[in-house]
């Protein structure tokens, strides 16, 4: 069987670096594009030489539409604005689109919604299997314990990250509304200060950290009479995204047009 052809959008970001490197390691995937945006000073340099690799023979080029036409897949991290014209070009070329972008507004979630009509496309705020299988374990927590245990999420990442909270603090936040029947839009506290009053009931608190170069962090806290539970995961390596990317990409190659998530890729849906 022929490789997977992947094109790395963000290409010279954070996560476009440590992607290129993991679609190089990968069985059954190869580097067919890297696109940053136009103008960036990446533009024309050898996306291997970029990832820190020998040379792959792939110029990195500001073109997604050809650098689409000659792929099957691609793996998308970088910002909501970007990330809406990526799937709407994915979708006219009918190729798999991965997509790790957090903070898209609900008007982008749509967009992707209706790309998803076109072509099969894998999303999710975190793509790493140990933050899938705690949220998991979070849904089932928040059935088990009740609304005696009030649920708070904290996160912590690197200074330069661009939206709070992040997508897997929202993940998590979703599993555990999952797991008591309610909706995270109704029960979410995004931020305190000041005369808050009480802890409103079933309420499902966020609190964001920021600072030097911490990869992403969460835990999931039920706070209970006389006790607590914490659920939590530490990413030490950004390449537990990327093989995760990756294996999604593959996953979702030649399947039905539809709005994946990693729990589906995971099979922890089944
Ligand atoms: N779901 C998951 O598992 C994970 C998700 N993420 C998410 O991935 C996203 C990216 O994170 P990170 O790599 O740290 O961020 P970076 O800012 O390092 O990378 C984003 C890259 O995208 C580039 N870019 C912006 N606009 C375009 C465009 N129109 N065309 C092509 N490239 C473009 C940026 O270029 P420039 O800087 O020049 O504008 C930059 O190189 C974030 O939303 C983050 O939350 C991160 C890790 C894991
Ligand atoms: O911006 C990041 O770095 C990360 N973003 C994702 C998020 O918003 O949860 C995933 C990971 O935690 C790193």
Redesign the pocket.
Known sequence: MEAMRLVV????????RVLIRAVTEAEGAVLAGA????G?AEIGQDAGTLAGLAPLDVAVT?D?EAAFAAADGVLD??????TV?FAELAAQAGIAHVI????LAASGEQAVADAAARTAIVK?????LGVNLVAGLVEKAARALGPAFDIEILEMHHR????AP???ALLLGEAAARGRDASLEDEAVYAREGHTGARPEGAIGFATLRGGTVV?EHEVIFAGEGERVVLGHVAED?SI?AR??VHAALWAHGREPGLYSMADVLGLND
């Open positions: 959008v963000g290409a010279a970001g954070r996560m476009g696109v940053e945006r136009p960036a500001d997604p991290f970088t910002v909501p604005a970007a014209v790790g972008t957090t903070g999710s705020g975190n793509m790493s330069k990250k661009i939206d992040s997508g897997t992403g950004r995204f995760g990317a």
